[in-house]
């Protein structure tokens, strides 16, 4: 099965369950000789967020709109009130989701109001706009940047309270998903401190099953999204994510079980369509 395909499909499921946050993205331009998918690990190429995206979404812009912005910007940087400067950010932040329509944009500037603000429930709010596109995003050189950005601002939520075990797992998520370092159990070891103690946490079990799904791990993603299940039974993303273990694992029986159950679950046209097909040929 072409990993195109995989990807087709996983869109179209992840989809439904609300993974896609804000707006349109930035496809932004590399320099780099390797693809994502020449099959080697390649140290990601970093971001800059005004020379890469802010000069990429300015070009899209009339001009009035991008003078609008610079005004904007201008305030911010004349004032030390921070409660100008958070209302700034936030100005800022809604052009972006309304007028401009672009994620990254809106979540960094959401991000910066909530460093100013420093409450857990901001901090909070902006990491997971990052996380969720962070888990719905392919590209190498965005994960590290989303993850980065996600990083900052759950260590700031830690630090208020230490006790939030969805800050941990989503800061694991980020060493996990976001090319932060050369060694994984960097990010897995403080969530399995979470399941051990909570065995029902959907979320860290979510995030263990994916990650052992991306090392190749199949049968302890498995395992993981199973216990996903037994919590909530209809979890179509942990459903999927089980027949697509099966079938990358080679396991047809099982997997054609478990997109019979995804196909059940999903209300889009195009995610049954696509789970279909790929039943039917996994009986062939």
């Given at each position: 099965?072409?990993?195109?395909?995989?990807?087709?499909?996983?869109?179209?499921?992840?989809?439904c369950?609300?993974l896609?946050?804000?707006?349109?993205?930035?496809?932004?331009?590399?320099?780099?000789?390797?693809?994502?998918?020449?099959?080697h690990?390649?140290?990601?190429?970093k971001i800059?967020f005004?020379?890469?995206?802010?000069?990429?979404?300015y070009?899209k812009?009339?001009?009035?709109?991008?003078?609008r912005?610079?005004?904007?910007?201008?305030s911010?940087?004349?004032?030390?009130d921070?409660?100008?400067?958070?209302?700034?950010?936030?100005?800022?932040?809604?052009f972006?989701?309304?007028?401009?329509q672009?994620f990254?944009?809106y979540?960094y500037?959401?991000?910066?109001?909530?460093?100013?603000?420093?409450?857990?429930?901001s901090?909070?709010?902006?990491?997971?706009?990052?996380?969720n596109r962070?888990?719905?995003?392919?590209?190498?050189?965005?994960?590290?940047?989303?993850?980065?950005?996600?990083?900052?601002?759950?260590?700031?939520?830690?630090k208020?309270?230490?006790?939030?075990?969805?800050?941990?797992?989503g800061?694991?998520a980020?060493y996990?998903?976001?090319?932060?370092?050369?060694n994984p159990?960097?990010?897995?070891?403080?969530?399995?401190?979470?399941?051990?103690?909570?065995?029902?946490?959907?979320?860290g079990?979510?995030?263990?099953?994916l990650?052992?799904?991306?090392?190749?791990?199949?049968?302890?993603?498995i395992?993981?999204?199973?216990a996903?299940l037994k919590?909530?039974?209809?979890?179509?993303?942990?459903v999927?994510?089980i027949a697509?273990?099966?079938?990358?694992?080679?396991?047809?029986?099982?997997?054609?079980?478990?997109?019979?159950?995804?196909?059940?679950l999903v209300?889009?046209?195009?995610?049954?369509a696509?789970?279909?097909?790929r039943?039917?040929?996994?009986?062939?």
């Amino acid at each position: 099965m072409k990993k195109q395909h995989y990807i087709i499909i996983a869109l179209s499921v992840l989809a439904c369950v609300g993974l896609y946050v804000g707006g349109r993205t930035i496809p932004l331009k590399s320099n780099s000789a390797h693809s994502a998918d020449d099959g080697h690990d390649h140290a990601p190429e970093k971001i800059d967020f005004k020379k890469n995206i802010l000069a990429e979404a300015y070009a899209k812009l009339k001009p009035e709109q991008v003078q609008r912005l610079n005004n904007l910007e201008e305030s911010v940087a004349k004032t030390d009130d921070k409660d100008q400067q958070i209302h700034v950010f936030h100005q800022l932040a809604r052009f972006w989701k309304d007028s401009g329509q672009l994620f990254e944009p809106y979540a960094y500037y959401t991000s910066e109001a909530a460093k100013l603000e420093n409450s857990e429930k901001s901090l909070t709010f902006a990491a997971r706009l990052f996380l969720n596109r962070l888990m719905a995003t392919g590209e190498p050189t965005m994960q590290n940047w989303l993850a980065s950005n996600a990083k900052v601002l759950l260590e700031k939520s830690l630090k208020i309270n230490p006790a939030n075990d969805s800050s941990k797992i989503g800061l694991g998520a980020c060493y996990i998903f976001g090319n932060l370092s050369n060694n994984p159990m960097e990010g897995i070891l403080p969530i399995r401190e979470v399941v051990k103690k909570d065995p029902g946490n959907v979320y860290g079990q979510m995030v263990l099953g994916l990650g052992g799904k991306k090392s190749g791990q199949y049968d302890k993603a498995i395992e993981r999204f199973q216990a996903v299940l037994k919590v909530d039974p209809t979890n179509v993303e942990a459903v999927f994510h089980i027949a697509e273990s099966f079938d990358l694992k080679g396991d047809k029986a099982n997997a054609i079980v478990y997109y019979e159950k995804a196909k059940q679950l999903v209300n889009i046209p195009e995610a049954k369509a696509e789970l279909t097909k790929r039943i039917e040929e996994l009986k062939k």
